[in-house]
């Protein structure tokens, strides 16, 4: 299993309805099922249906609904229904976590839920089945952990503005093709969400996701880096950003 990254990209949101195509070039691929959402992966926005993809790796974002707290769990397509929880929300909130999933026998996964409104998916990448031909991209190496941004300093940069991208090239990356990395938003001015992506255009993805002012909120993010190990993040909001760096893919 290695990780192939991939550019974020949107492949469901639950808001809009099943099949509409969305701006990424998605279909949009969900089916409302009997526990949630079953939400087909394989042949969409990078990730391969031949097979050489055993999991894939999103960024779920969960919207609450009315009630006073609810869950998201995310398991193979067609599996047995777990208890797991890969998603918590208060009522009122928006929050987003990383998943790493296996893919079902149709290249799909399940989103069961309980006392969820909607669901937003993007896929950052998937990890190779015992199909994909032998190589070496992809490999898991662990670093010494670094603070590479932190706007209170500021370090790397000043206080993210709304809308507006910011960036820099992560030191000691090399030649990796991906960075893993906590990602923390505090002293929000309002609500909004953050976006960590290697191109200069952001992409319409959510990585973090804030409720309102004075919030302190952190996730950990599987990134794909662009040229020179570059880095771009977009918040929506003011805030200060902190990123700290964990490990990266070959």
């Known amino acids: 299993g290695r990780f192939i990254a991939l550019d974020p990209a949107r492949l469901v949101d639950t808001r809009l309805p099943a099949r509409r195509p969305l701006d990424s070039g998605s279909p949009n691929p969900w089916t409302s099922t009997s526990v949630g959402w079953d939400v087909d992966v394989a042949g969409h926005v990078g990730v391969p249906d031949d097979g050489t993809a055993g999991a894939v790796v999103l960024s779920i974002a969960a919207i609450a609904g009315d009630a006073p707290g609810g869950v998201l769990s995310a398991y193979p397509g067609g599996g047995a229904i777990t208890t797991t929880s890969n998603v918590n929300v208060l009522r009122g909130e928006v929050r987003a976590n ?16 309980k006392n969820i409104a909607d669901v937003v998916v993007d896929v950052v990448g998937y990890v190779t089945s015992d199909a994909a031909p032998a190589a070496t991209a992809g490999r898991y190496r662990a670093i010494q952990t670094s603070r590479v941004v932190d706007t209170r300093i500021p370090l790397g940069f000043g206080t993210m503005q709304p809308n507006t991208a910011a960036g820099l090239a992560i030191p000691g990356v090399g030649a990796a093709s991906a960075v893993v990395q906590n990602l923390t938003m505090t002293n929000t001015a309002a609500p909004g969400h953050l976006s960590a992506h290697p191109s200069a255009t952001t992409p319409v993805v959510s990585n973090l996701n804030v409720n309102g002012p004075n919030q302190i909120r952190a996730v950990l993010a599987f990134t794909k880096l662009g040229a020179g190990g570059r880095m771009n993040y977009t918040s929506h909001a003011r805030t200060e950003f902190v990123v700290d760096v964990l490990g990266v893919f070959s």
């Open 98 to 113: 990383l998943v790493v999933v296996p893919l079902g026998s149709g290249g799909d996964v399940t989103l069961g839920i």
